[in-house]
Structure formats: C-alpha cells, structure tokens
C-alpha cells in the first residue's frame, strides 16, 4: 500500500477520492490519527480530548462537503427538468414520438443498393459483394434483404 501523505497512488483501501482533494479518503484517514502525541504526563487527558475534537471536526467537515455536493447534484437535475418543461412547453418534441417506429436513416438508402446491387434482386453481384460495396454489417444486410424479398 502507498503512503496516504504523499498521494502519489490511492491505497487499496480507499473508498473514494474526489476531485475536491480536502476531503478525499486519504485526507480524513490522516485527519482520524492522533494531532497531538500523548507525553505520558497528566495532560494527556487534555490531549486525547482535543484529539477527539480533531476527529469529530474532520468527520462533520466531511459530511459536510457530501451534503453540499449532493445538494448541487440536486439542483442540477431541478434545473434540468425545468428546462426539459420549458422546451415542451414552448412546443420542443422531447424524446421519441410515442408510436413512431425509428428508422435509421441509412435504411431506406442501404435497401436501395440491395435491390440494384444483388443478384437476387436487379443487380448482378453476390451477398458479400454487395455487403462490401455498400458497407453495411453482415446482419444488417441480411436483415433488409429479408425485409425486401417479405415485401415484394
């Protein structure tokens, strides 16, 4: 594992690192060790308090940050269905027409070439020619072809 202070490499540990760097996993790894040493004298009492204080500081600043970046992650998408709202209202066509089956607009030129191209059809050449020729996938040439001989 990697030295968490020099945040060359994340540890195998880390749960996640974020681009707000302060408040990765490695920073409150280090944030959760001891501030300051315990001497062996009666004020570490005084210390392990302060140290406590350190801890519970880091882990509520933390918290924090999650919450403000989950809050703006929730405006974000207010702010988008909002939008989204503005557009159909100002007659914008969201999304598919329910309904409406999708073409892809190279069908209707790739069935074209199919039947001047293919020896079943007008043309003189073979399946892979045609495949070749007009650049489609195998699959997809087959499926229009099949498509062209249900319809005849």
Do not use: W
């Not at 408040?23 to 062996?40: F, R, S, W």
């Not at 914008?92 to 999708?102: E, Y």
Request: contains cysteine.
């Amino acid at each position: 594992m990697s030295d968490c202070g020099t945040h060359s490499h994340p540890p195998d540990y880390f749960a996640l690192t974020l681009k707000e760097h302060y408040i990765d996993t490695c920073v409150y790894a280090e944030n959760m060790k001891d501030k300051i040493e315990l001497q062996g004298t009666d004020e570490d009492e005084i210390f392990k308090g302060l140290n406590n204080y350190f801890r519970r500081l880091a882990a509520r600043q933390i918290r924090i940050a999650f919450e403000q970046s989950q809050k703006e992650v929730d405006d974000l998408h207010q702010r988008t269905r909002e939008g989204i709202e503005t557009a159909r209202l100002n007659g914008k066509q969201i999304g598919g027409v329910t309904g409406k089956p999708r073409i892809p607009k190279m069908k209707a030129h790739a069935k074209e070439e199919i039947i001047c191209l293919s020896k079943d059809f007008e043309g003189t050449l073979s399946d892979g020619e045609c495949i070749k020729l007009i650049g489609i996938h195998r699959n997809t040439y087959y499926k229009y072809k099949k498509e062209l001989k249900s319809s005849k």
